[in-house]
């Protein structure tokens, strides 16, 4: 309980520096490595060397995660304080999505184009302002409800190696050439693991407004969980969040004001389930 507490306190004044020292760029730096020296050959050859990088990536987190069991007291207790804390990004993820509120239509760009993958050079106001949304709805899994909800099953082993994989969906989860087998293995395996914090999260959207936020999941087809959220936060919000070619969810039009309702939601269910994550781990001790 005092580990969460404190990596949570550490998260909210820290951020994600010292990025040189983040286990999540160390991640990145090692599936780069194997990225990069790779030569695409054929369909089966590009799956088994990704699973081997999965494997590599994750395997390196495990051991990460086990580091401070080596250390003296009160190093270990420090030590796991950290590494608990680098495994979410409560603060990152807010002030990511904060930058994004800016009249400047470029500027506007520029900073959307940081929390998501897709082209935004052509993007409209709306449609800058829905890919903000929907990248801070679907990133509650990711950066807050995952990671938490496998420490919690798992420990801080847990909590590493799911975001180590979260790292490499990130990375390689396309359906492009160069990723479509690489990547193949660690993007339904982070599926996999998303799916029940996924749920979770939509219990948290659920007393904003509940009949609606059941009826947005319900029709949330288009993904296996990445559009649970985004779904549950359009229905809150009664906006239309859209990705064009993937999916919809109606509502007005989104406004700048509206991703500051977004932050305000995101807020209370960040605080919602720690408080519940932390009761948890009373009635277990």
């Known amino acids: 309980m005092i580990e969460l507490l404190l990596a949570v306190a550490l998260d909210l004044v820290m951020g994600e520096y010292p990025d040189k020292f983040h286990p999540v760029v160390w991640f990145g730096k090692m599936a780069e490595v194997v990225d990069r020296s790779y030569r695409r050959r054929n369909p089966a050859i590009d ?43 409560i603060k990152s993820l807010y002030l990511h999505v904060r930058r994004t509120i800016v009249e400047d239509l470029e500027e506007q760009r520029r900073a959307v184009s940081m929390i998501v993958s897709r082209d935004v050079s052509k993007l409209d106001r709306p449609h800058l302002i829905s890919a903000s949304i929907e990248s801070l709805a679907e990133n509650i899994v990711d950066s807050v409800t995952s990671p938490i909800f496998y420490y919690l ?21 396309y359906r492009n050439d160069r990723y479509e087998f690489f990547g193949k293995f660690c993007a339904r395996l982070d599926d996999i693991l998303n799916f029940v914090p996924s749920r979770i999260t939509v219990l948290l959207f659920l007393p904003f407004n509940p009949r609606k936020v059941l009826r947005y999941y319900r029709s949330a087809r288009f993904k296996i969980n990445g559009d649970k959220p985004i779904a549950c936060m359009s229905a809150i919000l009664g906006v239309w969040l859209e990705k064009e070619g993937h999916y919809r969810f109606e509502g007005r039009e989104p406004t700048l004001k509206d991703v500051e309702r977004a932050l305000r939601i995101y807020t209370v269910i960040v605080v919602v389930y720690i408080a519940l994550a932390i009761l948890s781990k009373i009635k277990y001790i």
């Open 153 to 173: 099953l798992f420990g801080l082993s847990g909590a590493l190696v799911y975001r180590a994989i979260n790292t490499l969906d990130a990375m390689m989860g």
């Open 47 to 89: 799956f088994l060397v990704g699973v081997l990088c999965t494997t590599l990536v994750s395997t390196f987190a495990l051991l990460l995660s086990l580091t401070p069991k080596i250390l003296p007291f009160p190093l270990n207790f420090v030590a796991e304080v950290y590494l608990l804390k680098s495994s979410f990004a």
